[in-house]
């Protein structure tokens, strides 16, 4: 039989927060920790000394299993394996490695096992998933209904009932959607062993999610999402699913600067189509940028805090 999330990780609530590239900081990975499930920092922008900054505050913010998220298609090999070495490095065994898509090489896979670390990867087809569950990871199952990139082309519960039967013993978690615990719910009854979250976590209090981001999301519909590949510019040839904007119906503008941001201290110009997600580091025209969100949106009504969101979902992810 395969094993609840909670029993895996070693958590309360089998919930992942998604470790979202700077939505997702230490404050609200160590919130979710802290409050019962497993908390993620978005790490794949960071290298080097702001990386280790990130990670100090990851591990000292919490005593419980929390995550760091890189992705491997954005950085390529080279720079994947130097942060994956300041990971192993620099934080203790309770904290995870999650992946966002596959990485090239599956060396990756064996240095992370070998040390002893828990590793999630996040995949969009049943090839994917397999590959992944062999060499040891709990699989992410994302379903198209997910805000932010898109890895395949099949609905959520869909891909999930697909792993379930290819995959009896693995640890399987459902991504993309899931706003509520009734959906929630759903997603276990296709055959997973808990959930992910983004977007119900892109409106915690401990998110840095640009003010006007998470009152768009609160607001919004399923039908106010969009699937596009417009905003292009540092994640190429990847669609992802955001709040429509004047950009995603007309992608015709003109590319030109709209907004600056600072990440770990360094200030950057956002230009038109860029894929970073405004922050609260961000000033400009943030209702032109990449506003990620998934049809979950339906279902996030107000802004609150990550342990309310993860006290939300316990009665249907318990623990072991
Ligand atoms: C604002 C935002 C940013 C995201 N950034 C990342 C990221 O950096 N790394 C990652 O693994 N997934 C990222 N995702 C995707 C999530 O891991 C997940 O697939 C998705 O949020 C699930 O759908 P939901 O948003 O309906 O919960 C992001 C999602 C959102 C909404």
């Not at 994947?80 to 966002?100: A, G, K, M, N, W």
């Not at 941001?261 to 970073?276: D, H, I, N, Q």
Request: charged share 20%; aromatic share 4%; proline share 4%.
């Amino acid at each position: 039989m395969p094993s609840t999330l909670a029993a895996v990780l070693g958590i309360d609530v089998g919930l992942l927060q998604s470790g979202m590239g700077g939505v997702a900081g230490a404050d609200l990975a160590c919130a979710v920790s802290n409050a019962g499930a497993a908390g993620c920092a978005g790490g794949y922008k960071l290298v080097d000394a702001a990386l280790s900054a990130m990670l100090e505050r990851l591990a000292t913010g919490t005593d419980r299993p929390v995550g760091v998220n890189l992705i491997p298609e954005v950085v390529g090999p080279d720079e994947l394996d130097h942060q994956i070495t300041q990971v192993l490095d620099e934080t203790p065994e309770r904290v995870y490695l999650s992946l966002f898509g596959m990485p090239e090489d599956d060396a990756v896979f064996k240095r992370i096992v070998a040390a002893g670390r828990q590793l999630v990867v996040q995949i969009g087809t049943v090839e994917d998933g397999v590959h992944a569950a062999e060499r040891g990871a709990v699989v992410v199952a994302q379903g198209i209904e997910a805000g932010g990139h898109l890895l395949g082309t099949s609905q959520r519960d869909e891909l999930v009932a697909a792993l379930r039967a290819e995959l009896p013993d693995t640890c399987l978690v459902a991504s993309g959607g899931i706003g509520s615990p009734d959906e929630a719910a759903r997603a276990l009854a296709a055959g997973a062993d808990g959930v992910l979250l983004g977007t119900a976590f892109v409106v915690a209090h401990e998110s840095r999610a640009h003010a006007y981001f998470k009152a768009a999301v609160t607001a919004a519909d399923q039908a106010d999402t969009v699937i596009t590949d417009v905003y292009e510019i540092g994640w190429p040839g990847r669609r992802h699913r955001v709040l429509a904007t004047a950009v995603t119906s007309d992608p015709e503008q003109a590319k030109k600067f709209i907004g600056k941001t600072v990440v770990e201290g360094k200030p950057y110009l956002v230009p038109r189509f860029s894929s970073a997600v405004p922050t609260d580091a961000t000033t400009g025209r943030i209702e032109e940028m990449a506003m990620y969100c998934g049809q979950s949106c339906s279902a996030i009504s107000s802004e609150i805090s990550a342990a309310d969101v993860v006290a939300a979902y316990a009665h249907v992810l318990p623990g072991a």
